[in-house]
């Protein structure tokens, strides 16, 4: 068997397409991920019950299923509710989103319950509002701490974005089926995409090991 | 627009949702057994002194923790079998790809827990005559282990959560049965939902018996490592 990464060259176009649909999938589900996160984690936080529960129930069910099955529940179920068709984008955007929510949610969370009462007294004592403590006191020291975690889902949702192939969104993985399909060439085909995951994902990863050093160290 | 919800065409294929979830079940093990079974290989290669085993065993680690799981079940799937000219079934492709990812993750969970235990414990034991080996067999995985519970129990959650992947190149999991019902039922609101609710209830199961069993050690007084 002979390598030949000639026929996956050729594609160097589709590659890109699938570069920059991966990359889109991305930037998406990080900020609405980690944004909506945000808003469910203070949710869970919340003494009110009618914002407390709603967030624990959504948390739990968005972690306790497959990220899998949520896009295709979103992408072959939901369009018979609505009176319109949803995207393979809208579908795969809209399970990775969520069930990053549902995680970074915790990480918020936990954040947030690290930091020491005296810290809220303090803030109160000065005369702010619950909103303003959260806002210039509590917050910025948290995300100090939740940082290393809140990189790892960075990653996680950077290898889910490979799941939105499943709905023939056009990202790397599907213009790699595509290209091996093509060409007869699955062997230099997927290992091509898997490089290129690899090159994407190591200095990121290398990153949140940086992070979770310097975090061990100072605290 | 009101629509008519009906589960009885989704009930009466019950027969096949079950096969399915039988069959995630069964990837599940395997993956899991031979997942801890490398795992624990790994971590030690990882941990050796020699750097012709760390290494490796490293880089091992590396690729398959930073790489999407997906592409790694794709690549055993469709460019292994050419490779080394041999069958594949959707099963062993599955189960190959999952043991060793979730044996990258648990190596490092081996390796957290080996490295938390104290330095006097190998001490100890090499002051009684103990080698290498005997003393990790002996006397540190046994206290290691009890911290990596936690950890481990995360993982497996994490994997079965994974073995969906496997209905993308038609293994008739649980995923892929439902597939199945919806294209035969026209009922794909009903079919995936009841799916999404059975995934749903088996983890929530799971992960409920992982946090009695965290709060149980740390009651204990063990610490846990993750």
Not at chain 2, 4 to 11: E, G, K, N, T
Request: charged share 15%; with cysteine.
């Amino acid at each position: 068997m002979r390598w030949d990464f000639a026929s996956v060259f050729d594609n160097t176009d589709a590659l890109l397409v699938g570069a920059a649909g991966t990359l889109r999938i991305f930037a998406i589900c990080l900020v609405l991920g980690l944004s909506l996160g945000l808003l469910v984690g203070l949710g869970r936080y919340s003494r009110n019950r009618w914002i407390h529960i709603p967030a624990t129930i959504f948390v739990e069910f968005f972690r306790n299923t497959p990220v899998l099955v949520q896009i295709l529940w979103f992408y072959f179920a939901l369009p018979i509710l609505l009176p319109f068709q949803i995207s393979p984008l809208v579908a795969a955007s809209l399970g990775i989103s969520l069930n990053s929510a549902a995680f970074s949610a915790e990480i918020y969370r936990g954040g947030i319950q690290s930091i020491e009462t005296g810290q809220w007294d303090g803030a109160r004592a000065l005369g702010m509002r619950w909103g303003q403590a959260m806002r210039r006191i509590i917050l910025p020291q948290a995300l100090k701490r939740m940082l290393p975690a809140l990189t790892n889902r960075a990653i996680e949702i950077f290898k889910m974005s490979t799941l939105a192939s499943a709905v023939a969104y056009v990202e790397l993985l599907q213009q790699g089926k595509l290209i091996a399909s093509l060409n007869y060439n699955p062997i230099e085909a997927y290992t091509a995409v898997a490089v290129i995951f690899f090159v994407f994902l190591w200095p990121l990863v290398q990153f949140s090991y940086f992070l979770e050093r310097r975090l061990k160290r100072d605290e | 627009m009101a629509y008519q919800w009906d589960f009885s065409p989704v009930l009466a294929n019950a027969p096949l949702l079950v096969e399915g979830l039988v069959n995630t079940l069964r990837v599940t093990g395997t993956a899991l057994v031979f997942g801890v079974a490398l795992g624990l290989v790994l971590a030690l290669l990882r941990l050796s002194p020699r750097r012709y085993l760390s290494w490796p065993a490293g880089f091992v680690i590396e690729v398959f923790r930073t790489t999407p799981p997906l592409v790694q079940l794709f690549w055993f799937f469709f460019a292994l079998p050419i490779l080394v000219g041999i069958e594949m079934t959707p099963f062993m492709a599955g189960a190959v790809t999952f043991s060793i990812q979730s044996a990258s993750f648990f190596a490092e969970v081996f390796r957290a827990g080996i490295q938390s235990i104290e330095r006097g414990q190998w001490d100890g034991a090499r002051a009684i005559g103990m080698r290498h080996d005997q003393a990790l067999r002996r006397i540190i995985l046994p206290q290691a282990v009890k911290r990596m519970i936690p950890a481990f129990m995360e993982r497996a959650i994490e994997l079965m959560k994974t073995t969906t992947l496997i209905a993308t190149i038609s293994y008739a999991d649980l995923l892929f049965a439902a597939n199945e019902v919806s294209q035969k039922t026209f009922r794909p609101l009903e079919t995936y939902t009841v799916v999404a609710l059975i995934y749903f209830v088996v983890i929530f199961l799971a992960s409920q018996v992982a946090r009695l069993v965290e709060l149980r050690l740390a009651r204990s007084g063990e610490s846990t490592v993750h």
